[in-house]
């Protein structure tokens, strides 16, 4: 089939069953024919084998997936079994519905299912049937499991008491387990302790720690036998517990899924009768499936249903939900392959050095234009985070790209929070503040209001936190309070000599502001004073002075540290799916985890795959902010395609 049959056939098949409105066809037709031919390849595959659709980076997954189930809906028969698109977030899940609606001029989508995968599994498998295998105990004809957090805390949930593990605090880390923390994996045969997100531990490697496995000695010395406290005997405790967890009705995230794996792989019966409800799945972001996930998929497979995997490998960065990339790549060895290679998000000098550093072979090729040439991708070097704010900015500034479409981005949260305290840090918090009031954004005003009440709330004694905008205790309405800030710095922007900054140095500045302090904060408290269970008149406030070293110094156009603010900072797992026209990836001062730009040149482990996700967010301009290099490792990144950015 050529192109413009392929077209065709879409077109008319999108058109089938509809009053094909005029204007609805054209919209039609002009959306199939900025297709690429992979991606109508795709959309025109076998709904009868099971495929893998590659898709790199910015190559348009979403709409290809929400274009190929438009098509399969509408030639769809049946009355009661449907297509299940599967996501992993309720974001995704609303993108695809309605590019579905739009290609499909559909409503309603029944019989489909378009949601996450986690509803598909739970609703259709565990809450439906589980019931039967783990002798719920059917509360009032209420068969269904109350998901419980793994983070629960038995402290104000007094009833997990009943659900505590026996064993499991005889080493020093000691804490007491309740059934909600621990859930089998069936990959490792074992359970797993959840203590927290970055601390899982099985049941085994529990077992053989050095402490457990002294009070095991002790024990079994002190009772003169060398059987007791077995590992088998202290799984089969702990399991009993698990079970009456189960059979009273609760389960955790992971107990779900086990649930859904168990049944399934129980009960041909039921496992047949789920793929005949739903012969065809799609999976979005199939890099993201953890490994029980694959094997409840492939239940479903084994009794009918087709599978078709829609993902990038090389973004597999959830390891640590047991999502591993090897797996999948496995698992997907006899599945057809259709790819998509074209990358419309990056230009193609972004591509070429995102797939070099991760040693990518498929000749993927960045389609969105090139507006910076060689300064596309470039390092700029750091000493401290703030220097590096600035010189981003300046970076921005001179090749003319927005700060609201520009994107910081970091590998782990303490780093962000460290960027943001930096960049929060103010020493002419109310002069920043206005300035920010001035520019009129949402974001620069809500700024606005955090830096003035911050530094206001110190007149007004102890604060609550920064979600209530600094709110003093003494004030009993946060929103009243929040008024105020505004109405003081609305009162500041009345007054010509407040909103002066050109060539005005910062001791005028202060000067001014002394003078017009008291009649603005005391106008603006009018409304305030009802909420306030302290009196106050304001005179004793020391009147301000510039800092040190600032008052023969011109005002700058509002601070620096403070402007960093309109650049959004994010740690890389947030950004998945988004794009910005420059990112600055900035790497930790150490060599360690997967924060340190070293880490992202690694080929073959997940490291190199986060770094990859945050490297394919950037339109035009990819820029590394890394600690001050030596000669050769500053060859090392040019080798890669970095340029100096300063
Ligand atoms: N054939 C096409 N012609 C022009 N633009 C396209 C085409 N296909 C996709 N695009 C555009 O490419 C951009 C990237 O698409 P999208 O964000 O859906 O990528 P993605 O595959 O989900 O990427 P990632 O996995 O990196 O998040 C979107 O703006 C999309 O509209």
């Known amino acids: 089939m050529n192109r413009g049959e392929m077209e065709q056939k879409i077109v008319d098949t999108l058109s089938k069953n509809k009053e094909a409105a005029g204007s609805y066809i054209s919209l039609i037709q002009s959306k199939v024919a900025e297709k690429t031919e992979q991606q109508l390849k795709y959309v025109l595959s076998h709904t009868t084998e099971n495929i893998f659709l590659e898709a790199c980076a910015g190559s348009g997954k979403t709409e290809v997936v929400g274009l190929k189930t438009a098509y399969e809906i509408s030639k769809w028969y049946s009355k009661n079994k449907g297509i299940a698109v599967l996501t992993f977030t309720n974001e995704a899940t609303d993108t695809i519905k309605e590019r579905v609606k739009l290609f499909s001029g559909l409503t309603t989508l029944y019989p489909h299912y378009i949601g996450t995968l986690t509803g598909f599994i739970h609703g259709f498998v565990a809450q439906s049937f589980g019931y039967k295998y783990f002798k719920h105990k059917n509360r009032g004809g209420d068969t269904s499991y109350r998901l419980i957090d793994k983070n629960l805390d038995v402290h104000g949930n007094h009833w997990l008491k009943k659900y505590k593990l026996p064993y499991m605090n005889l080493n020093s880390m000691g804490p007491d387990v309740y059934a909600n923390q621990i859930y089998y994996n069936y990959k490792i045969n074992d359970f797993v302790i959840y203590y927290s997100e970055n601390y899982k531990l099985p049941l085994k490697e529990y077992y053989q720690l050095t402490e457990v496995q002294e009070f095991i000695q002790n024990f079994r010395k002190k009772n003169g036998n060398n059987q007791l406290l077995g590992f088998d005997f202290i799984k089969k405790e702990i399991k009993k517990v698990k079970q009456t967890f189960l059979t009273d009705g609760f389960a955790n995230f992971e107990d779900i899924n086990n649930i859904a794996y168990y049944v399934l792989k129980k009960n041909v019966r039921i496992a047949s009768l789920i793929a005949a409800r739903f012969p065809v799945i799609i999976i979005d972001e199939c890099q993201d499936l953890s490994w ?110 927005p700060f609201n479409r520009s994107a910081i981005l970091v590998r782990q949260q303490t780093l962000k929070e460290e960027f943001e305290t930096n960049s929060k840090e103010s020493i002419h918090p109310i002069l920043d503040a206005l300035q920010l009031w001035i520019e009129n954004t949402p974001k620069s005003r809500k700024l606005a209001l955090e830096l003035a009440s911050k530094h206001m709330q110190r007149w007004f004694g102890g604060a609550k936190t920064r979600n209530n905008y600094y709110c003093p205790n003494a004030i009993d309405s946060v929103y009243r309070w929040r008024i105020f800030i505004k109405d003081f710095l609305e009162g500041c922007s009345a007054v010509s000599d407040l909103v002066k900054f050109d060539g005005i140095n910062y001791s005028t500045w202060y000067k001014n502001f002394n003078n017009h302090f008291l009649h603005i904060i005391q106008e603006a408290y009018k409304d305030l004073l009802r909420f306030d269970s302290e009196k106050r008149d304001f005179k004793d406030i020391p009147k301000m002075i510039s800092p040190r070293g600032t008052a023969k110094v011109r005002i700058t156009a509002y601070n620096t540290t403070d402007r960093i603010n309109l650049v959004s900072i994010h740690t890389i797992h947030s950004v998945k799916g988004k794009d910005f026209d420059s990112v600055m990836v900035v790497s930790s001062r150490r060599n360690a985890g997967s924060g340190h730009w070293k880490q992202w040149i690694e080929k073959e482990l997940e490291s190199g795959r986060i770094g990859y996700v945050a490297n394919t967010r950037a339109k035009y301009s990819l820029v590394w902010g890394v600690p001050v290099l030596k000669k050769e490792e500053r060859e090392m990144l040019e080798y890669y395609g970095f340029k100096r950015a300063d």
């Open 292 to 401: 029980i996930e694959i094997n409840i998929l492939n239940q479903l497979k084994d009794s009918g249903s087709t599978l078709h995997f829609v993902g990038d490998l090389n973004q597999s960065i959830y390891e640590f939900k047991d999502a591993n990339p090897a797996t999948t790549k496995d698992y997907l060895s006899g599945f057809k392959r259709y790819f998509l290679t074209d990358n419309f998000r990056s230009c193609d000098s972004i591509v070429n050095t995102s797939n070099k550093l991760l040693g990518i072979t498929l000749p993927i090729r960045g389609l969105a234009a090139d507006k910076m040439g060689d300064k596309s991708v470039c390092y700029l070097e750091y000493h401290d985070l703030t220097s590096l704010n600035q010189k981003y900015l300046d970076f921005l500034e001179r090749n003319d790209i």
